[in-house]
């Protein structure tokens, strides 16, 4: 059946072990492994427990969480919750989820109640926002993170595992030893004032991972949290392949519905596409276009790139995908698969559509 994603669980292990050496090795860092990008699914998420050197699996969505946790500490990982937890869900959180981040005072106060219903000892680790201004308190507000800080430690349900920044997510802001640095000093200067030791000072995502490459991540550092770099090999800062790393991990595979000869501008009055877009078009002549069976719906049409270089995506709608086939050496027919490389939105929508089958190459 198509569409069709397929994994290779054995590049995804030769990613896996090559930020590891990166991150482990080279950066002395401990490695979390985030599974949303590919939906947790559960071949690449067994693969990502069984592995050594893995320390920490992280996801976005609890749901996602809840479908490994068991397998994850069998295997001696802790899970990781990487968006702030809801109000709504502190019980799944609690249940299912070793270390939280955490941002809200509100919430953690939550989690150290459904904590002690549970007879639990739940982590927190505390998100500052050096500037991408997506979660974390401020980091100018000083006052007000020594204040959460305070009130944690005194909760007796709720450890205080650390602090953390996420950056090149709303912002796009780019890690480097300057803004790092001042969430290292904040560590520094949370350790003196409490004598205490903080287990987890986590440096942010697969855009952080190249400063190990440069010796520029920051000494207080000890934790990355890696998705696109271990799903995709991509140094996000800049758009670099990490050394060892493979891109072709996934392959996206469609079949051809129609293809017919027509002309490459429509004809009629124009007024807004299937998504209320003003189209623009491009006047190729008359062209071959195949129509492919996945739309909008399963995927991200910017995300995907035609493995036949010749090949060009028009556009499409909800199910359907128009090719440009026209300058391909393929003489392509209906029945025809043709096959994609996707991008980090690519694999993320199609890894959690319905209507994508998965095939496993291992
Ligand atoms: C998604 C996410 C990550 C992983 O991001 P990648 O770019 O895929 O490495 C890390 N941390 C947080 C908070 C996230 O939301």
């Given at each position: 059946m198509y569409p069709k994603l397929i994994i290779d669980l054995k590049k995804l292990n030769s990613n896996l072990d090559a930020v590891a050496k990166i991150t482990k090795e080279d950066g002395n860092c401990s490695l979390m492994i985030v599974t949303k990008g590919l939906c947790a699914d559960p071949q690449m998420v067994k693969l990502v427990a069984e592995?050594?050197?893995?320390d920490f699996m992280a996801d976005s969505r609890v749901k996602n969480i809840a479908t490994y946790a068991d397998l994850a500490r069998k295997n001696g990982k802790k899970t990781v919750l990487l968006r702030l937890p809801m109000h709504s869900e502190i019980e799944e959180v609690v249940k299912y989820v070793d270390l939280s981040f955490n941002s809200e005072i509100s919430t953690i106060r939550l989690l150290n109640e459904e904590a002690a219903r549970q007879k639990k000892l739940h982590k927190v680790l505390l998100m500052i926002d050096l500037g991408d201004l997506r979660e974390g308190l401020f980091y100018k507000e000083e006052a007000l993170i020594f204040n959460t800080i305070e009130e944690i430690l005194k909760m007796s349900n709720v450890e205080f595992y650390g602090i953390g920044v996420n950056l090149t997510?709303?912002?796009a802001i780019i890690p480097k030893n300057d803004n790092l640095s001042i969430l290292a000093g904040l560590a520094e200067k949370i350790e003196k004032t409490y004598s205490t030791h903080l287990h987890m000072v986590s440096g942010g995502n697969?855009?952080?991972?190249y400063l190990i490459g440069k010796g520029?991540?920051?000494?207080g550092i000890n934790n990355l949290r890696l998705g696109e770099a271990f799903l995709?090999?991509?140094?996000?800062?800049?758009?670099a392949k990490l050394p060892g790393t493979t891109g072709d991990t996934l392959t996206l595979e469609a079949q051809i519905v129609e293809l017919q000869k027509k002309p490459s501008l429509p004809i009629g009055e124009v007024g807004v596409d299937a998504f209320g877009q003003k189209p623009y078009y491009e006047d190729r002549g008359i062209i071959k276009r195949a129509i492919i069976g996945i739309g909008k719906q399963d995927t991200d049409l910017d995300s995907m790139t035609p493995i036949d270089e010749k090949i060009d995506i028009l556009g499409g709608s909800s199910d359907h995908t128009i090719l440009d086939v026209t300058k391909s050496d393929t003489e392509y027919k209906v029945g025809d698969i043709v096959s994609f490389e996707l991008g980090y939105g690519g694999m993320l929508k199609t890894a959690t559509s319905p209507y994508v089958e998965k095939e496993y190459r291992k």
């Open positions: 592995h050594k050197s893995v997510c709303y912002g697969s855009s952080s991972i520029e991540l920051p000494k995709l090999g991509n140094d996000t800062a800049y758009g």
